[in-house]
């Protein structure tokens, strides 16, 4: 994939680009992208984690059953990972309440989609991971050791499936 205006980076450099999961993940979100120039969906996720699995970098995200991101993300090889600048808030914001399936969220608040045949994400992104799906599993009642966690997050029985990606490309604006 070739991005205009980003510059690749080797993905065995991430340690050098200044990525601070806690800050961009946690507090300031992505947005988790799956499908391609034939059709893709977003959806805005706080939770993830970026590391080494198998000794690769890998980002691990993971998506509740109910979203419609979810059918897209098990259908497809690819993922990406958007991050963005502060300013892109409130349409990070929008894209995380509301679905896909009943409103044009690229309409609705003016990203810009770059796609090829493997993935899409948003040219206004500052850093963009590609991410190939390596691993999928979804969380359970009985693997829980803290129970007051599942009580917390999930009462309605809506389990997270995790998505383990093996980061193969990364572009820095």
């Not at 963005?84 to 969220?105: M, N």
């Not at 190939?132 to 007051?148: M, P």
Request: hydrophobic share 35%; aromatic share 14%; with cysteine.
């Amino acid at each position: 994939m070739s991005f205009e205006g980003f510059k690749k980076i080797d993905p065995a450099d991430i340690g050098t680009i200044g990525f601070d999961p806690f800050t961009k993940i946690g507090k300031e979100w992505f947005l988790l992208t799956a499908g391609n120039k034939d059709g893709f969906n977003t959806m805005t996720a706080s939770w993830g984690f970026g590391g080494v699995m198998w000794g690769k970098p890998c980002f691990i995200t993971v998506v509740r059953p109910q979203r419609h991101t979810k059918t897209f993300l098990d259908k497809e090889e690819y993922f990406t990972v958007s991050i963005f600048e502060q300013e892109y808030k409130k349409a990070l914001s929008y894209c995380g309440s509301h679905s896909g399936k009943d409103v044009d969220k690229v309409k609705e608040t003016g990203l810009t989609p770059i796609t090829d045949e493997k993935t899409a994400a948003f040219g206004e992104a500052s850093l963009i991971f590609v991410c190939r799906k390596a691993y999928v599993q979804s969380l359970n009642s009985e693997s829980f050791i803290d129970k007051e966690l599942d009580a917390q997050n999930y009462s309605a029985g809506d389990y997270h499936a995790g998505y383990v990606g093996i980061i193969e490309e990364i572009y820095m604006k």
